[in-house]
């Protein structure tokens, strides 16, 4: 094995690490603050939040930032995008958009 091989190597292992820690790290900051309903937006008194209300937030936020108008579903699939980039497996993507 020539050395430039090794560090590669090397190098692709320490990502592997550095992907895992940020995973598990996620994970364990949901799991901490998960609600028993399992929503990610609730309104103050953790109940179900009304996805008009979500979506209208998010268009705001969108316009804030000079960022062209999109889906608030299209963020799952560039949540997908990004993960496989960084080499995160399909399994994982799936597990994590929470299809079977």
């Known amino acids: 094995m020539k050395f430039a091989d090794l560090a590669t190597c090397l ?6 690490r550095s992907r895992y820690k940020l995973v598990k790290t996620l994970a364990e900051l949901y799991a901490k603050t998960r609600n028993p309903l399992d ?13 008009t209300v979500v979506t209208h937030q998010f268009h705001r936020l969108l316009d804030q930032a000079h960022v062209d108008q999109r889906r608030f579903h299209d963020l799952g699939h560039s949540c ?6 960084q080499g995160v497996t399909a399994r994982v993507v799936m597990e994590i958009l929470g299809h079977s």
Do not use: H, K, N, P
């Not at 929503?39 to 996805?51: P, Q, S, V």
């Not at 997908?80 to 980039?85: G, N, P």
């Open 80 to 85: 997908a995008t990004l993960s496989q980039a």
């Open 11 to 16: 190098d692709r292992m320490e990502a592997a």
């Open 39 to 51: 929503l990610i937006f609730t309104r103050e008194d953790g109940g179900r939040m009304d996805g």
